[in-house]
């Protein structure tokens, strides 16, 4: 609503303002006054709380409280803070589990939900993706003591309230086909960072086009499922009588992002913009660690099996006499890659950074991706646990590891007293290459060298 009529310069304009109680000796104090106190304070917060953003604060970390259990899948919450759209702050002070809960006749837009418990409870909610919100509560709890009623109890005395935490569940809409497809979890998150309407001009393409309502897959299920007070945990996908696939946090978890005074016109380099690039790194790099804990071959592991969509920059880990890791030869392939070249550790953080403003790759592309070996990384000569834990020498050909060098690119055998790359870090070929050579900055063997074609 707009005033008809001008308003002075000085004038106090207070139409909207918060009420706060007037104390002073003699006044008389009723129930309805001290419920407009705390109204008021209530208020206050969530002023405070909007100006923080929406988010994730810390904590509210979930995972399965059992493993694989099929029959009745029941998940872990952490302790965590967080706060809604609605500036609410939304605090869980102890791990609970929670129980997947049979809605079969669902009334409201969210189709199933999540119960808290301290059991696990029986039933499921069906073949699909969902995410995992939490959003406030409320609870009563004890008795005042009253005055002026006799003896008769009353309906309104409760003690306290108490503000608590409620979880709920939505459904993800998915295509039939697309339950057994092995990049499942990567396409489920892809949809959450990218923009609800793929034909909408983004503001680094057109920066007048573009809208400034313009949303994100999230924004989105946020706008339509979960409202201002519910914020998004995880992204989990379940099959019944086989449990739970994964939980992928990242998917939906955000930091907490506060509006942006740009209210016109859309900007790349909004707060939000840069926590979806965060969770799209930090998305893939959890993924990658479930897979490499899952399977069994890592070295024939390829990231266009599992990756239709990979972030502007990754750090991937490598196999060496020390532990686990991937073939870069194999994880790359089908890829147009460049190097590996050697970078100064000192350059990566920058790197990592500069990506944040990149769009993700789409590896069908065929777009350029660049790869990189920190020198110092590559130095390391790596010690395997049989010799830290002072244990009986295993067999010569435990000790070998058949991994690509960096140069000539070939795979040969490594060997203790050997250096060893432990990751790569891959980069969108938008960014601009960092491994020209340059005067008293190289290194014997690992020298950096012009652009490479």
């Not at 086909?177 to 001009?201: I, W």
């Not at 390391?380 to 646990?385: A, I």
Request: glycine share 10%; hydrophobic share 45%; proline share 8%.
């Amino acid at each position: 609503m707009v005033d008809q009529v001008a308003r002075a310069l000085g004038e106090p304009i207070a139409d909207d303002g918060i009420r706060w109680l007037h104390a002073f000796n003699g006044r008389a104090l009723s129930a309805e006054d001290l419920r407009t106190d705390q109204a008021a304070i209530d208020r206050a917060r969530r002023q405070l709380g909007r100006a923080v953003g929406a988010g994730v604060h810390s904590g509210f970390l979930v995972a399965e409280a059992v493993p694989r259990e099929n029959a009745r899948p029941v998940l872990a919450v952490e302790p965590g803070l967080a706060f809604n759209l609605d500036g609410h702050a939304i605090e869980l002070g102890r791990r609970v589990t929670v129980g997947l809960v049979r809605v079969d006749a669902p009334t409201d837009e969210t189709g199933a939900t999540f119960a808290r418990c301290d059991v696990v409870l029986a039933g499921t909610a069906g073949l699909g993706a969902y995410v995992l919100a939490v959003g406030p509560a409320e609870l009563g709890t004890g008795r005042a003591p009253v005055a002026g009623l006799g003896n008769d109890p009353a309906a309104c005395n409760t003690g306290y309230r108490v503000e608590g935490v409620r979880f709920q569940l939505v459904p993800l809409d998915i295509e039939p086909e697309d339950v057994d497809d092995p990049r499942l979890r990567n396409r489920l998150a892809a949809r959450m960072f990218a923009p609800a309407d793929q034909r909408a001009d983004t503001p680094a393409t057109d920066p007048f086009a573009a809208r400034e309502d313009q949303l994100t897959g999230l924004d989105e299920l946020q706008e339509r499922c979960l409202g201002t007070t519910d914020v998004p945990l995880a992204l989990l996908f379940w099959r019944p009588g086989e449990g739970v696939d994964f939980i992928d946090l990242w998917a939906v978890r955000r930091r907490l992002v506060p509006a942006s005074p740009a209210t016109r016109e859309p900007t790349p380099m909004a707060a939000a913009a840069h926590a979806v690039a965060e969770a799209r790194y930090l998305q893939f790099e959890a993924e990658l660690r479930d897979w490499l804990g899952e399977t069994t071959a890592p070295a024939t592991f390829a990231a266009i099996d599992r990756f239709g969509i990979l972030p502007p920059v990754g750090v991937v880990p490598l196999a060496t006499l020390e532990g686990r890791g991937f073939d870069p030869v194999a994880f790359f392939r089908g890829l147009q890659v460049r190097g590996p070249a050697f970078v100064e550790s000192a350059l990566v953080p920058g790197l990592l950074k500069a990506a944040l403003d990149h769009p993700a790759i789409d590896t069908a592309s065929g777009r350029v991706i660049w790869t990189y070996l920190i020198h110092q990384n590559a130095r390391q000569v790596r010690v395997p646990p049989w010799r830290r834990a002072g244990m009986a020498r295993p067999d010569l050909q435990d000790l070998l590891i058949r991994q690509p060098r960096p140069f000539p690119g070939v795979a040969s055998p490594i060997g203790i007293g050997e250096p060893q790359p432990s990751c790569v870090v891959f980069a969108t070929g938008d960014l601009r290459y960092l491994a020209d050579g340059r005067f008293d900055l190289g290194h014997w063997d690992h020298a950096s060298y012009a652009e490479i074609g």
